[in-house]
């Protein structure tokens, strides 16, 4: 499938701010199942300053800095990208998840080696014994890896609700698991955490879904924002997607911006600002099929 993809930030202040400076992460990032047409920046005001890079988890970012005053600023991404179905792995013929253990432990191979950067906790991720006691249920002794995830995925689903206002950027996977409720960062943060939990390998993925589905599917969860899930780590087989909030294996309507530990690797727009009171934040995006 062909997207556009367009995504606007834009910050309103009450008084003049003397300085903004900050690192976007709102280019989309080629995959095997994903090619980039094309994809631009738009700043408003113009910064003085502008360099883009490659992060150490190859993703695509943006630094820049506007260095007079302003009363607001308008950061929008417009991007044309090509997606395919990704690989298919059935989840029945994967290894037993303690055998995938031991090897992300020896972490003998290149790209198992690479992988096991992720089996530890990161800024947004704690590992408690809650987490552990929750995450087993779903993988009893010689479990496929794969399903087991899909299992933790499926009760994530189902035992969790949906709820924009039970939580922000900083809520602890602990006060999740205890709550019930969230959105799809802390969904993707809970699921990571419960698969680290046990020894495997776990990233958090943020992107896009198709705003509007085609009129004989369903609408899905986080489609009007940037979206988030995971991505298990499978020797032999390679990362594998994961949506906890839609309860799916990512597909086409996918699209993937940048992955790292958790969301504070990837958080689209962070930065700091000099002056301006306060403020408010208006964010929007829309995903369109080309």
């Known amino acids: ?51 883009r890079r490659i992060d ?21 991404a417009t991007s044309v990208v090509s997606t395919s179905p990704p ?18 432990a020896s972490h003998s191979q290149g790209d198992v080696q690479d992988a096991y950067q992720f089996v530890f906790p990161s800024p947004m991720i704690a590992i408690g014994p809650g987490i552990f006691t929750y995450a087993r249920v779903s993988f009893p002794p010689g479990t496929p890896v794969l399903c087991g995830a899909m299992d ?26 205890a709550s019930r409720k969230g959105v799809c960062q802390d969904f993707s943060h809970l699921a990571i ?36 899930w995971i991505s298990l780590f499978i020797p032999d087989r390679g990362w594998i997607d994961l949506d906890p909030t839609n309860n799916i294996l990512p597909g086409e309507a996918h699209i993937t911006l940048a992955w790292g530990r958790d969301y504070s690797d990837v958080a689209p727009v962070k930065g700091v600002v ?4 306060l403020h408010t934040l208006s964010v929007e995006v829309d995903v369109a099929r080309l």
């Not at 150490?56 to 929008?76: C, D, K, R, S, W």
């Not at 298919?88 to 090897?103: D, F, G, I, N, Y």
């Not at 689903?157 to 006060?175: I, M, P, R």
């Open 1 to 51: 499938m062909k997207y556009r993809i367009i995504h606007t930030t834009s910050y309103q202040y009450s008084e003049p701010a003397s300085l903004s400076q900050n690192e976007l992460f709102l280019t989309p990032r080629a995959t095997d199942s994903q090619q980039i047409a094309e994809s631009w920046l738009s700043l408003v005001p113009e910064p003085q300053y502008m360099h």
């Open 56 to 76: 150490y988890f190859g993703n695509i970012a943006h630094v820049f800095m506007v260095q007079h005053p302003h009363v607001e600023l308008a950061m929008t």
């Open 87 to 104: 690989m298919t792995h059935p989840a029945s013929e994967t290894p037993p998840w303690e055998a995938v253990v031991q090897r992300l």
């Open 152 to 177: 933790l995925m499926r009760r994530i689903f189902t035992e969790f609700t949906y709820d924009k206002s039970a939580s922000t950027v900083d809520t602890s996977v602990e006060h999740v698991l």
């Open 193 to 228: 955490s419960c698969l680290r939990s046990l020894g495997l390998a776990a990233r958090y993925v943020s992107g896009y879904l198709e705003t509007t589905p085609p009129p004989d599917k369903p609408k899905m969860v986080g489609a009007d924002a940037s979206h988030a």
């Open 274 to 277: 000099m002056g301006g009171g």
